[in-house]
């Protein structure tokens, strides 16, 4: 079954604010990861944090690590109207390499 | 150059038709996979390789056959094709340092 489900499932915002998307997961894990996705665009990797990890930062990209709450959470600051895509957290449990990947967050900067 | 690539970007066809798509990463990864994702963008893996090796099949109808000639390669074949099968494969390599995926652009097939 699905291992990671993100909230919310869209979010409007403009140009300047920041963006803030959650994920939940369901069973210990070696690490998460964040992904973007443009339309009609593969995947792209934005950053990885581990189980042991509670905070890392690139760039304008901040993901925080609950293992107790089973949650993150990626904030990215002053968005950009470029910053338009969906992103997806992705899990690997821990015992396996597969990554499962949640719904994904639609989110929409306006100019 | 582009370091996971899928051919064909996009594909319409039949229903009861065969289509493949194939793929090819040039990052000298062990591991590919095979993701389907549908309509609602929700991305289920399907296969698993690891040096040429099937690891992974996720109850996948064995209408789908991967076959991967050689590390760098993971082709996906489709035998009669269904009104379900219309969505996005992504191909994907990953990396066993990083854990990282890299994922190809992804090929649209649609079912007719």
């Known amino acids: 079954s699905q291992q990671g489900e993100e909230d919310p499932q869209a979010l409007s915002i403009q140009e300047g604010e920041n963006a803030t998307m959650n994920c939940s997961y369901k069973t210990s894990i070696n690490n998460l990861q964040w992904y973007r996705q443009n339309s009609g665009r593969g995947l792209v990797h934005l950053i990885l944090?581990?189980?042991?990890?509670r905070e890392k930062h690139s760039g304008r990209l901040r993901v925080t690590l609950d293992t107790s709450k089973k949650s993150s959470s990626l904030l990215i600051t002053a968005s950009r109207a470029a910053d338009t895509a969906s992103y997806f957290c992705?899990?690997?449990?821990?015992?396996?390499?597969?990554?499962?990947f949640g719904k994904g967050t639609m989110l929409l900067v306006s100019p | 150059d582009t370091a996971v690539s899928q051919t064909p970007k996009y594909l319409v066809t039949q229903m009861g038709n065969d289509k493949s798509i194939k793929c090819e990463q040039n990052?000298?990864?062990?591991?590919m996979y095979w993701y389907k994702q549908d309509s609602k963008k929700f991305l289920k893996i399907m296969f698993s390789y690891n040096n040429k090796e099937l690891i992974i099949n996720e109850t996948v109808p064995n209408r789908f056959s991967p076959k991967s000639p050689d590390k760098a390669h993971l082709n996906l074949h489709i035998n009669s094709l269904e009104l379900g099968d219309s969505a996005v494969y992504f191909c994907?390599?990953?990396?066993?340092?990083?854990?990282?995926?890299?994922f190809g652009e992804g090929s649209r097939l649609t079912v007719l």
């Open positions: 944090i581990r189980s042991n990890e």
């Open positions: 994907a390599s990953r990396d066993i340092n990083t854990g990282e995926l890299f």
């Open positions: 990052l000298g990864h062990d591991t």
């Open positions: 992705a899990t690997t449990v821990v015992g396996y390499s597969t990554l499962t």
